[in-house]
């Protein structure tokens, strides 16, 4: 019977509100993250989404969980997450430190692979925003789990 890695334990979970204009350091998965409105335009590139209008801009960043879905981009149904990483050859030691964003517990983005169908950028009207990672060098990493550990 083959038993687990030891070494290779999920992160503790990690789970963030965040709005647009802020950011947010995740020690969990070593970077901050932060969400900007963009202008109106069909922006192709993988970090931008698009909310219905009028909706709040109010999302959650966290790391997966055991039973998650995502509907990737040109599906027309929601796919296991576990699934969908194995699909686009992400590894099993990278896949619960990859940053997910969400808004109302629907995942939008699987950062740095994919938008969610359900939120890409469209002519309908909608707020559009912009997502990026910054990830940082041990130093800054370590200075900044610090800062907040003295919180």
Do not use: C
Not at 61 to 81: A, I, T, Y
Not at 119 to 126: K, L, Q, T, V
Request: hydrophobic share 35%; net charge neutral.
């Amino acid at each position: 019977m083959a038993r687990a890695d030891p070494a290779r334990r999920r992160p503790h979970p990690a789970q963030v509100e965040l709005t647009p204009a802020a950011s947010v350091y995740i020690p969990e998965i070593q970077a901050r993250i932060s969400v900007q409105s963009r202008p109106a335009t069909r922006d192709p590139r993988p970090a931008t989404f698009q909310l219905p209008q009028g909706a709040s801009p109010r999302f959650t960043v966290r790391n997966r969980r055991d039973g998650d879905r995502f509907q990737p981009l040109g599906f027309g149904h929601q796919k296991k997450l576990k699934d969908f990483l194995i699909d686009r050859k992400i590894g099993v030691e990278s896949r619960d430190r990859i940053p997910l964003l969400l808004w109302n517990e629907i995942i939008i983005w699987v950062a740095g692979v994919e938008v969610s169908e359900q939120f890409r950028i469209s002519d309908a009207p909608g707020d559009r925003y912009e997502v990026v990672v910054e990830e940082e060098n041990q130093e800054d990493i370590q200075r900044e789990g610090d800062r907040q550990a003295d919180r």
